[in-house]
């Protein structure tokens, strides 16, 4: 009997579905990324009583071009239509507090969806092992605010993560180049351009303001780097691995750029 098909939940953020959550339960801090400062729980001036921004269209030219990096990977519409049943945090008692620490651990639980669906594509021989974490991790997010708040989602994430790194061996043990094992690495601003990165291990590396022009990552792993401000005009990542559109948000590319199917070029590419 062939194997079920792999769920795809939305992992894409609806916007029109949340209550403006990100703009609520995150912090500001004044910045290059953010032109004031918002402890956690206090909305941001720019939401509009119906949960829309006010500047959404001229956020990066109105000081706020963080927020056009941010991704909730669809835990926004998932917390409140789901989780919450449609209720916004301005009917809760706590002034939404619990929402707010519901909304932190669904979308770490979607990102990590994120990244299992992918490796249950690359490694088929690891099958078994990720349906199982995928269906667990997917059932934890449907769990009720009570039981959220409760996860040891750190915990989960550690289990998770073994998996990713076994599929990262994997898919990279199949490169002919030889791997950079970079992982963890300070690269903010290393002139890369050009460089054969096939197959590398870039995992939580800091690409900072990097130079990444025309360099051809395929099989590379970017699990966790950060991309901020990274020039990745013409380089070759359409198949690298793990990468989020979150990172390629934070990114400088152009139409020579190449990324996977699932992300979408950013609008500030052009």
């Excluded at 894409?12 to 703009?23: F, I, K, M, S």
């Excluded at 500001?28 to 949960?51: E, R, V, Y």
């Excluded at 061996?169 to 950079?180: D, F, K, M, N, Y």
């Excluded at 099989?219 to 005009?233: K, P, Q, Y």
């Amino acid at each position: 009997m062939p194997d079920r098909p792999v769920r795809r939940p939305d992992l894409r953020a609806d916007c029109t579905q949340c209550v403006g959550l990100c703009c609520v339960a995150l912090a500001m801090t004044a910045s290059a990324d953010f032109a004031i400062d918002k402890p956690a729980g206090q909305p941001c001036p720019n939401l509009k009583h119906d949960f829309r921004c006010g500047i959404h269209a001229r956020l990066r030219d109105g000081g706020f071009p963080g927020c056009t990096v941010y991704d909730c990977f669809g835990a926004g519409q998932k917390v409140t239509q789901i989780t919450f049943g449609g209720r916004d945090w301005r009917q809760a008692a706590d002034s939404g507090a619990q929402m707010f620490e519901v909304f932190s651990v669904v979308r770490l639980l979607h990102e990590l969806l994120w990244y299992l669906i992918e490796a249950l594509e690359l490694a088929p021989s690891l099958h078994g092992p990720l349906r199982r974490a995928t269906d667990d991790t997917e059932q934890l997010a449907l769990g009720s605010p009570e039981s959220l708040t409760a996860l040891d989602v750190l915990a989960h994430r550690s289990r998770i993560n073994d998996l990713l790194l076994r599929t990262s061996e994997l898919v990279r043990a199949g490169v002919s180049a030889t791997p950079l094992n970079r992982r963890g690495a300070d690269l903010m601003g290393a002139d890369l351009a050009g460089a054969d990165l096939r197959g590398a291990d870039l995992r939580s590396s800091y690409l900072i303001g990097a130079d990444l022009r025309r360099a051809d990552l395929t099989s590379a792993d970017l699990i966790g780097a950060d991309l901020r401000d990274t020039d990745v005009r013409g380089a070759h990542l359409a198949r690298s691995i793990f990468l989020t559109q979150m990172q390629v948000n934070a990114t400088r590319g152009d139409a020579g750029t190449t990324l996977p199917d699932r992300l979408i070029r950013p609008p500030h590419w052009s």
